[in-house]
């Protein structure tokens, strides 16, 4: 539900813009420094001890499971590069010699980034998957890649790397915590019961669940959330702990009975009340038929746990419901009516999203009522959502505002969806879970037709996020991003990258969380020399590095001085950058290795 966008080109920062910065704080940029094993690293969050979890993606040496290519999939691997190359710079056609080494399992960088290439076009079903998202733990050094239900593939000691992890965050003893998926794993070749004498077994590939939430310990001890409805794997994911151990995200709660029926029909049933079972499908193994078909009949519902001292859940957990649960159609059964938590502060309220009525005054809805997506303040038994109808687009299955993050005084922000001359913007907001009518409060942002979303609140009133700083609109580019901070309290808003030195190398693209002592876990781009599929150092033809920019998690830390006034024409407001969606990036992975030639 979380959206970022790309963007590529500067902005021109007005002279008012400057006077009003000179009463900010100034900050430096510690970078966290480069991991060998993956080219980009994202700051996620920061707990009070320096401790942070940032993710990772685009490995290097990825363990292509070479064996389970057939020499129609090598050829087609060959064909790609063919076709494709003149595409990026520094990719290659593959040679005779290096094709040979590819089918022994032994490629050089370029025939394996274009294997790697190859496999993501493909249906993760029949052949490897490449998920490539990573979570590291800082502490000064970083860690290796932690392992949470990625498992090795049978008879070799290579991980999966399928697995689709995203960290959320990070508690004061160092518990890392958020929600991941299970790896594809190959099941026997598979052969139709009907099936000609010419034809052969399909290898299939499957994983056990789809999303599960996790805590993970210092000792590397992974606890798995199971979900409150399970049937069929389920899902769960973590979002957010408070200090008291209250967990809040979301959990498959229930099942849609008629789309379990109708599963069952297609998967599992021989026979229905005696009768031989025609729609059954028999072509494909009964595991994926279930997998193709399960994601229908789950009931979301944002959930509360707790946890004890260890770390363990303890207790019922609590399901916090939706904005239409007191009037609902008792025969309105759709599960894409949905809540999802995503923050909880100290005092046990939590904040998210919502499914309601878009007409907020709809007192008897029909059984097909028309709904959008809302932020949701869940507070005792209460579900407040408080997005105003008139000021704010609307739309039948949309997502209009959410609730990212809330600080120990109550104060929410996220983001809301406004149309600007025409156009959909995602603009920040916050608002106070204290008032008896809550309210959203829009501040100015980089400038009125700005997307932004505010990730993190401290308690000081500050906001955190990312925004749209560049003007154009032209819609064949993207305008580019750039982390920010709001001060609620003294209505300042500032580009952190103005509050850098002008020699700053480093371009913030976005600041996803603020602790009290106002220091920023942040994304930044900088250069660094590139690297191939193996991770080599890429260098030109007379032998010196070519350098790409990279992402690269950063804390940004408050230090004394004057804001410097870099100039419209220096190279501080010159430097380029971009902000991307961060699951966007991981399903890039080693694509971002090659620029595209103009």
Not at 108 to 135: F, P
Not at 150 to 158: C, H, I, N, R, S
Not at 267 to 289: A, H, K, S
Not at 362 to 387: H, L, N, S, W
Request: charged residues 25%; aromatic residues 10%; negative net charge.
């Amino acid at each position: 539900m979380k959206t970022l966008c790309k963007s590529l080109i500067t902005l021109a920062v007005t002279s008012a813009f400057f006077a009003q910065q000179a009463q900010a704080a100034t900050y430096e940029v510690d970078d966290l420094g480069l991991v060998d094993t993956v080219k980009n690293t994202f700051g996620i969050k920061q707990n009070n001890l320096g401790e942070a979890v940032v993710y990772g993606n685009s490995s290097y040496n990825f363990p292509v499971q070479y064996d389970l290519l057939d020499e129609d999939d090598f050829e087609s691997i060959r064909k790609l590069a063919e076709n494709q190359n003149e595409r990026y710079l520094y990719a290659y056609e593959i040679t005779d010699q290096q094709f040979e080494d590819l089918k022994e399992g032994n490629p050089d960088a370029n025939a394996l980034w274009w294997t790697v290439n190859w496999l993501r076009g493909q249906s993760s079903q029949l052949y490897q998957s490449v998920a490539e998202t990573y979570i590291f733990k800082y502490d000064g050094a970083f860690s290796q890649p932690i392992t949470l239900f990625d498992k090795p593939f049978e008879g070799t000691d290579e991980l999966t790397r399928s697995t689709a992890e995203t960290p959320s965050g990070i508690t004061d003893n160092g518990w890392i915590f958020g929600q991941s998926s299970a790896p594809f794993l190959p099941l026997e070749p598979f052969l139709p019961e009907d099936a000609g004498d010419d034809e052969e077994a399909v290898q299939y590939w499957v994983r056990d669940f789809d999303q599960r939430g996790f805590i993970r310990f210092n000792d590397d001890t992974v606890v798995e959330l199971t979900p409150v409805e399970s049937l069929y794997g389920g899902i769960s994911q973590i979002y957010d702990v408070n200090v008291h151990g209250q967990v809040v995200g979301s959990s498959s709660v229930g099942i849609n009975e008629t789309e379990l029926e109708d599963l069952e029909t297609k998967c599992i049933l021989d026979e229905i009340d005696g009768v031989v079972n025609d729609d059954r499908i028999t072509d494909i193994p009964q595991e994926i038929c279930i997998s193709r078909e399960k994601s229908t009949i789950y009931q979301q519902r944002a959930v509360r746990w707790e946890l004890d001292s260890s770390g363990q859940i303890v207790g019922e957990p609590e399901l916090l419901g939706t904005a239409v649960d007191d009037n609902r159609h008792p025969e309105d059964e759709r599960t894409s009516i949905i809540s999802i938590a995503n923050a909880i502060n100290d005092s046990g309220i939590a904040v998210g999203l919502t499914a309601a009525w878009l007409d907020d005054e709809t007192t008897d809805p029909d059984d097909d009522e028309r709904y959008g997506y809302f932020a949701g303040i869940f507070k005792g038994d209460q579900v407040i959502e408080f997005t105003d109808r008139d000021d704010f687009y609307r739309g039948y299955g949309y997502t209009t505002s959410e609730g990212l993050a809330i600080n120990n005084n109550g104060i929410v922000t996220g983001y809301v969806n406004k149309l600007v001359n025409g156009t959909l913007r995602t603009k920040v907001y916050f608002a106070d879970a204290n008032e008896e009518e809550v309210s959203i409060n829009l501040i100015d942002d980089f400038f009125p037709g700005s997307a932004s979303i505010g990730f993190a609140i401290n308690d000081n009133d500050i906001i955190v996020g990312e925004g749209e700083y560049e003007t154009f609109n032209d819609r064949s580019n993207t305008r580019r991003r750039a982390g920010f901070m709001y001060n609620i309290k003294t209505d300042e808003f500032h580009n952190l990258n103005d509050l850098l030195s002008c020699d700053s190398k480093y371009t913030i693209i976005e600041a996803r969380d603020i602790n009290n002592e106002n220091e920023i876990v942040a994304t930044a781009l900088v250069k660094e020399p590139l690297r191939d599929a193996k991770g080599e150092l890429v260098v030109d033809d007379s032998g010196n590095p070519i350098e790409e920019d990279v992402f690269r998690a950063v804390y940004l830390r408050p230090i004394e001085g004057e804001i410097e006034d870099c100039g419209e024409e220096d190279n501080k407001v010159e430097r380029k950058g971009a902000g991307l969606n961060l699951l966007w990036l991981a399903g890039l992975g080693l694509l971002t290795l090659f620029r595209r030639r103009n």
